[in-house]
C-alpha cells in the first residue's frame, strides 16, 4: 500500500485538545484522592521496584530515602494487606464455577458455602448474564429485609438499586437533582470529593456547609441554615443535602438527635436527604452506633425524600474491587423510581458478582452455620485491628508538635490539622501550588514514601491546612508510618521555621 | 417518641417531581432495549412463575396462551443457555479464593489455570482492591500485546482503559465531546439506543446517518457527508462519528476499503472516530473478516483520532454480568489522555473480576496448553452454533409474508422490516404509541411471550417498521421461536387488513 509511506493527510489541530477542545466543565473537575500526589506515588514505587531486580539503581536514579511507598491516601485495605473474609470469597468463587458444588464433586467448600450458592444459582442465570437493570431481584428482597432487620422498619426491594459500588448511585442521583447551574446541593466541608467532582462535572453550584472541627467535627443546624440562606441569597435553588454519616474525611459519628435534627431541616427546607453511610459498619466509640437515616426518617413518620448509599468496599469487607453497592430511596414520586430505573437500564446492569456481595455483606453466616466461627473470628480480627490502629494514629499524630487531630470516631481516616509556618506558605505560593498543604504532603512522599492527601482536596477553612491519611496499614507498620511521618514533620518544620 | 404518632410535618411537595423537578435531559432519555417491552415481558414472566408452585392461576389472572417468555430483547446469551467458557471462570475462581490453589490444596483446576491465576496474584493485590484508575497496569500490557498480535501495530498500555462494560468508556467520551447543545456526534440510523440515550442526557445534538438497508445495511461516504453538510447547516459543530462495526442492530461488517474511506472522511472533516467493535469475534461471513479501525488508521499512518471500544459482553464468551472492557485511544492529545484519566478516577476504577476478564478474552489458553483442547471445543461450538442460529432466524423470517430481513453477517442480532397495513398504523396512532412498531412488538409478546424491541427503538427511515430480534435461543428452540412468530405475523397482518 502506497500510503504506507505517505505523510499522514494534513488534520488541521485535535479535534480534542486543551484549546477548548473538551466539555470546561470536567477539565475543571478535580479528584485529589486519585490525583496528582498518587501519581507522584506511582512513579515513586515504579521506580524502587525496577532497582529489586538486580539491586543496582541505574545511573540516572537517585536512590530513594525509603524502601517502600505506603498508601495513605485511599481507603482500600485489601491493597495494604487486610485478608478478605473467607465466606464471601468461597460463595463468590463457587457461582464463578458450579463445577466446584456440583453434586459428584469433592467437597472443597463448608455446607452453608454450598447451598449459599446454589440459591444463587437457582435465582439467577449465574454471574455471567445482566440482570435487571437495578439488579437481581432476588439479592433486592434480601437487601431490603436485612435493612428491616437493621432498622425494625421495612423496606421495598423495589427502592433498592444495586450499583458498582455507591459511586455510580451517588452520580445517577446528583444528575436528576441538578437541572441548571443555578441548582445546588449542600456538602460538607470537608466532603469527600466523589460529591465536589460530579457536581463540577454536571455543573451545579456546590453549597458548602463547615462541619466544626472545634467540636469533633460536628454537624450543626444552625450551619445548615446559615449556608442555605447565604446560598439562596446568591439565587441558587438548593435541593439537596448530602450527609457523610460516618464522616469522611473527618470519621465523625452523628447522634440520633443529629439526625433527627437534620431531618426537621431538611423537611422544612424541602431538601433531599443524600446519607453516605458506606461506613456503617466502621464505628470505633460505643457511645455512638451508628444509626440510619432510614431509621430516623422512618420513626419520625416524615415524609423527606431520602437517598441512602452503601458499599462493599468498606466495612469489615473492605471489597473496593469487586465494586458492589447499593442506593435505598424513599418516599420518592413513583414518576422518579422510574426514572432512576431507566437511567441503571443505559449502564444494562452493574455486575454480578458485586451485587452478590452485596447480598453477602447484609446477610452473613449466622451462628451455628458451618462458616459462622471462622467467619465472626475474622470479622472480629478485622475490626478490632482497625479499632486499635484508628487509635495509635490519632494518639501518635497528636504527640507531633502543631498537629492536631480528632480521634477517628468512625470510616477509615483522620484528618490532621497541621500547622504551617508562613514560609513554607509563601514557598508554596512561589511553586504555583494550590495550597501550602499540598506542598506538605508533596514533601511527605519525597521524604518518606507514605503517600496521604492534602486537605485542600476535600476542602477546609480558609487558612487552615490538613491532609487525610488512612490508618489501614497493618498494625505492624503502623507505628513506622508514624515515626516516618513525625521525623518528616519535625524536619518540615525545621525547614520553614 | 410522641412524633410516632403524629402526622408527617407539611412537605410543599416532593422535590423531585414530574412536575419539573427533574433534569429534563434524563426524563427525554430513552432506552428501548430496557424500555416498556421488557417491563411487560417481566410482568408475564412473574405471572407465569406464579403459577408454578401449585399449578393453579388465581382467579384473577387469565391463563397466558405460552408457558414461557423468550427474551430476543437483548444479546445476554447466558440468559438465554449459553454455557460459560470453562478456562474463563476457572481463573476467576481461583483468584476470588486462593486457597482453592494453595501449594498444599487438593488440585482442582489444570495446571495452566493455576499459573495464570497465580501470575494475576501476584500482579496485583487481588480482586479486592481498586486498582489503578484505568486499570491493572499488567491487564493492560497484556491488552496492548494481544491488540498488537491482532493488528500488526503496537498499542500502548497508557492507551487501554478498563471500565464496566463498554458503555462506561463511551459515555465518558461523549461527556467530553459534547460541549455545548450544537455540539454533535454522528451515529448511525438505526444504531445501539446507548448513543442516543447518552448524547440525549448529555444535551448533545445527534447527527443520524442512516445505513443502506437495501444494501446489506452498508455504510456509504456519500451518506455521511450529506448528513455532515446538513447538520452544519444548522449550525451543529459535529466532533465525531461512531461507527458499530459488525453493525447493532443491523449486523453488517464493513470491508476494508470501507474502513478506509471512512478514515479519510474523518481526517477530511477534523472527527473523532468512535469505533463501537464490541461484536468482532462474532462474524460469521468468511468473505468479510473483521478489520479493526485501529489497523487501518495504522496502515494508513493516519493521524485521526480514535478510541475503539471491546467488551467481554460479547464475543463467544458471552460474559455479560461481569462487566468487563476496555477502550483503546489513539492518536490523542496527552492532555487528553490525563483527562479520560481523572474522568475514570471519580469512579475509582472498573470491577477487577471484570479486568481479569478482558485479559482472558485478549489472551486465551493457547494450543499445548493443558486447557487449549477443552477451551477450543467450547468456543468453536458457541461460535458455531451462533452461524448456524443467524441463518436459520433469518431464513425463518424472510419465509414470512411481508417480511424482509438482511441475513447477519455479524453481531447476535436480526433487524427485519416489516410491513404493517395502514389500519394498524392507525390503530397505533389512536393508542397514543409512538410507532406502529410497538404495537407489533406488544401484540406479539401478548401472543406468543416472545419479547422483541420496535425498530423505532434503534431509529429507522420514517415509514419503514422494524423490530430487533437476537438470535441467541437455543439451537433445540430457534425452530420454535420463528414458528410461534410466524403464527402472530399471520394473525397480525389478518387482524389489520
Same mark, same amino acid.
Request: hydrophobic share 40%; glycine share 8%; proline share 7%.
Given at each position: 500500500?502506497?500510503?504506507?509511506?505517505?505523510?499522514?493527510?494534513?488534520?488541521?489541530?485535535?479535534?480534542?485538545?486543551?484549546?477548548?477542545?473538551?466539555?470546561?466543565?470536567?477539565?475543571?473537575?478535580?479528584?485529589?484522592?486519585?490525583?496528582?500526589?498518587?501519581?507522584?506515588?506511582?512513579?515513586?514505587?515504579?521506580?524502587?521496584?525496577?532497582?529489586?531486580?538486580?539491586?543496582?539503581?541505574?545511573?540516572?536514579?537517585?536512590?530513594?530515602?525509603?524502601?517502600?511507598?505506603?498508601?495513605?491516601?485511599?481507603?482500600?485495605?485489601?491493597?495494604?494487606?487486610? /485478608?478478605?473474609?473467607?465466606?464471601?470469597?468461597?460463595?463468590?468463587?463457587?457461582?464463578?464455577?458450579?463445577?466446584?458444588?456440583?453434586?459428584?464433586?469433592?467437597?472443597?467448600?463448608?455446607?452453608?458455602?454450598?447451598?449459599?450458592?446454589?440459591?444463587?444459582?437457582?435465582?439467577?442465570?449465574?454471574?455471567?448474564?445482566?440482570?435487571?437493570?437495578?439488579?437481581?431481584?432476588?439479592?433486592?428482597?434480601?437487601?431490603?429485609?436485612?435493612?428491616?432487620?437493621?432498622?425494625?422498619?421495612?423496606?421495598?426491594?423495589?427502592?433498592?438499586?444495586?450499583?458498582?459500588?455507591?459511586?455510580?448511585?451517588?452520580?445517577?442521583?446528583?444528575?436528576?437533582?441538578?437541572?441548571?447551574?443555578?441548582?445546588?446541593?449542600?456538602?460538607?466541608?470537608?466532603?469527600?470529593?466523589?460529591?465536589?467532582?460530579?457536581?463540577?462535572?454536571?455543573?451545579?453550584?456546590?453549597?458548602?456547609?463547615?462541619?466544626?472541627?472545634?467540636?469533633?467535627?460536628?454537624?450543626?443546624?444552625?450551619?445548615?441554615?446559615?449556608?442555605?440562606?447565604?446560598?439562596?441569597?446568591?439565587?441558587?435553588?438548593?435541593?439537596?443535602?448530602?450527609?457523610?454519616?460516618?464522616?469522611?474525611?473527618?470519621?465523625?459519628?452523628?447522634?440520633?438527635?443529629?439526625? /433527627?435534627?437534620?431531618?426537621?431541616?431538611?423537611?422544612?427546607?424541602?431538601?433531599?436527604?443524600?446519607?453516605?453511610?458506606?461506613?456503617?459498619?466502621?464505628?470505633?466509640?460505643?457511645?455512638?452506633?451508628?444509626?440510619?437515616?432510614?431509621?430516623?426518617?422512618? $420513626?419520625?413518620?416524615?415524609?423527606?425524600?431520602?437517598?441512602?448509599?452503601?458499599?462493599?468496599?468498606?466495612?469489615?469487607?473492605?471489597?473496593?474491587?469487586?465494586?458492589?453497592?447499593?442506593?435505598?430511596?424513599?418516599?420518592?414520586?413513583?414518576?422518579?423510581? $422510574?426514572?432512576?430505573?431507566?437511567?441503571?437500564?443505559?449502564?444494562?446492569?452493574?455486575?454480578?458478582?458485586?451485587?452478590?456481595?452485596?447480598?453477602?455483606?447484609?446477610?452473613?453466616?449466622?451462628?451455628?452455620?458451618?462458616?459462622?466461627?471462622?467467619?465472626?473470628?475474622?470479622?472480629?480480627?478485622?475490626?478490632?485491628?482497625?479499632?486499635?490502629?484508628?487509635?495509635?494514629?490519632?494518639?501518635?499524630?497528636?504527640?507531633?508538635?502543631?498537629?492536631?487531630?480528632?480521634?477517628?470516631?468512625?470510616?477509615?481516616?483522620?484528618?490532621?490539622?497541621?500547622?504551617?509556618?508562613?514560609?513554607?506558605?509563601?514557598?508554596?505560593?512561589?511553586?504555583?501550588?494550590?495550597?501550602?498543604?499540598?506542598?506538605?504532603?508533596?514533601?511527605?512522599?519525597?521524604?518518606?514514601?507514605?503517600?496521604?492527601?492534602?486537605?485542600?482536596?476535600?476542602?477546609?477553612? /480558609?487558612?487552615?491546612?490538613?491532609?487525610?491519611?488512612?490508618?489501614?496499614?497493618?498494625?505492624?507498620?503502623?507505628?513506622?508510618?508514624?515515626?516516618?511521618?513525625?521525623?518528616?514533620?519535625?524536619?518540615?518544620?525545621? /525547614?520553614?521555621?
Amino acid at each position: 500500500m502506497t500510503s504506507r509511506t505517505q505523510p499522514a493527510p494534513d488534520v488541521p489541530r485535535k479535534v480534542l485538545s486543551a484549546a477548548g477542545g473538551v466539555n470546561r466543565s470536567l477539565e475543571a473537575m478535580e479528584y485529589a484522592v486519585r490525583g496528582q500526589l498518587v501519581l507522584r506515588a506511582e512513579a515513586l514505587a515504579r521506580q524502587l521496584s525496577r532497582r529489586v531486580p538486580d539491586s543496582q539503581p541505574s545511573p540516572s536514579e537517585s536512590p530513594l530515602p525509603f524502601h517502600s511507598v505506603v498508601y495513605c491516601n485511599i481507603g482500600n485495605p485489601q491493597s495494604v494487606g487486610q /485478608k478478605p473474609i473467607s465466606f464471601v470469597r468461597q460463595v463468590l468463587a463457587a457461582i464463578m464455577c458450579p463445577t466446584l458444588i456440583a453434586p459428584d464433586a469433592p467437597a472443597v467448600f463448608p455446607s452453608d458455602v454450598v447451598q449459599r450458592a446454589r440459591d444463587v444459582l437457582a435465582a439467577s442465570h449465574g454471574v455471567g448474564a445482566y440482570s435487571e437493570s437495578r439488579g437481581l431481584p432476588f439479592v433486592r428482597a434480601r437487601v431490603a429485609k436485612a435493612i428491616h432487620r437493621r432498622d425494625g422498619f421495612p423496606s421495598h426491594p423495589d427502592n433498592i438499586f444495586l450499583s458498582n459500588g455507591a459511586s455510580d448511585s451517588v452520580k445517577v442521583l446528583l444528575s436528576m437533582l441538578l437541572r441548571t447551574p443555578t441548582d445546588g446541593v449542600m456538602i460538607p466541608i470537608p466532603q469527600y470529593p466523589l460529591y465536589s467532582a460530579s457536581m463540577t462535572a454536571l455543573n451545579g453550584a456546590q453549597v458548602g456547609y463547615y462541619l466544626d472541627e472545634d467540636n469533633a467535627w460536628g454537624l450543626g443546624v444552625d450551619e445548615l441554615q446559615l449556608r442555605l440562606d447565604e446560598a439562596r441569597g446568591r439565587g441558587i435553588t438548593v435541593r439537596a443535602l448530602v450527609v457523610i454519616n460516618p464522616g469522611n474525611p473527618t470519621g465523625q459519628v452523628l447522634s440520633e438527635q443529629n439526625l /433527627k435534627d437534620i431531618i426537621h431541616f431538611c423537611e422544612r427546607e424541602n431538601l433531599v436527604i443524600m446519607a453516605d453511610e458506606v461506613y456503617q459498619k466502621n464505628v470505633y466509640t460505643e457511645e455512638k452506633p451508628f444509626v440510619s437515616f432510614k431509621k430516623v426518617v422512618s $420513626e419520625l413518620r416524615s415524609q423527606v425524600e431520602l437517598a441512602s448509599f452503601h458499599s462493599v468496599s468498606k466495612g469489615v469487607m473492605g471489597e473496593c474491587g469487586l465494586r458492589g453497592g447499593y442506593m435505598e430511596v424513599l418516599n420518592m414520586d413513583q414518576y422518579v423510581n $422510574e426514572l432512576i430505573y431507566k437511567l441503571f437500564s443505559v449502564s444494562l446492569c452493574s455486575n454480578i458478582v458485586g451485587q452478590v456481595a452485596v447480598d453477602l455483606m447484609m446477610t452473613p453466616p449466622e451462628q451455628g452455620d458451618p462458616s459462622y466461627e471462622l467467619y465472626n473470628s475474622e470479622v472480629t480480627n478485622i475490626y478490632e485491628s482497625l479499632r486499635r490502629k484508628a487509635i495509635a494514629m490519632s494518639d501518635g499524630l497528636n504527640a507531633f508538635e502543631g498537629v492536631r487531630c480528632n480521634p477517628s470516631e468512625g470510616a477509615m481516616y483522620l484528618f490532621p490539622r497541621i500547622t504551617i509556618p508562613p514560609a513554607a506558605v509563601t514557598e508554596a505560593k512561589n511553586l504555583g501550588l494550590a495550597s501550602a498543604d499540598v506542598m506538605y504532603c508533596l514533601e511527605m512522599l519525597e521524604a518518606t514514601g507514605i503517600c496521604v492527601v492534602p486537605g485542600s482536596g476535600f476542602g477546609q477553612r /480558609k487558612g487552615t491546612y490538613h491532609f487525610r491519611t488512612t490508618f489501614l496499614p497493618s498494625e505492624k507498620e503502623i507505628p513506622g508510618v508514624i515515626d516516618r511521618m513525625h521525623r518528616f514533620h519535625q524536619q518540615f518544620m525545621l /525547614k520553614y521555621s
